[in-house]
């Protein structure tokens, strides 16, 4: 191992320690669950926090991340992370869902069609925003 690994490979004393404490059951024979262990446990990632973003994100698309936390007392990464839960993407600064519906799916295809179907109407649109 040591001609592969070369340092990093793990002493042969420190290998036999391991076994002599696995085989005495100091190292949970058995048992190979985690312990409980001491320190805060994550609760931020619940559903209720996920129900209170998701809320938040309905009632104001353009909510920030950091706002979001502040307001549900958590920090701001646990929030990027429960909205990468809820399947929602930051898009000019809205939230919006990663795939689209079928709803949205036709809403866009009608919109398409009836840009193409009326002359002038996508270029009066352009020219006004």
């Not at 290998?15 to 669950?33: H, K, N, P, Y």
């Not at 909205?83 to 398409?112: F, T």
């Amino acid at each position: 191992m040591q001609a592969v690994y070369g340092d990093q490979c793990v002493d042969v004393s420190t290998v036999r320690c391991w076994v002599r404490q696995f085989r005495d059951g100091e190292l949970g024979q058995a048992d190979l669950s985690d312990k409980t262990r001491s320190g805060r446990p994550v609760t931020a990632s619940d559903q209720l926090h996920q129900d209170r973003i998701e809320e938040l994100i309905r009632r104001n698309h353009r909510v920030k991340q950091k706002a979001t936390a502040v307001a549900l007392g958590i920090s701001r990464e646990r929030v990027e992370h429960i909205i990468g839960v809820l399947g929602l993407r930051k898009v000019r600064a809205s939230w919006v869902p990663r795939m689209l519906s079928d709803q949205l799916k036709a809403e866009r295809v009608r919109g398409n069609k009836r840009c193409n179907s009326t002359p002038g109407l996508f270029s009066a649109a352009a020219s006004t925003v």
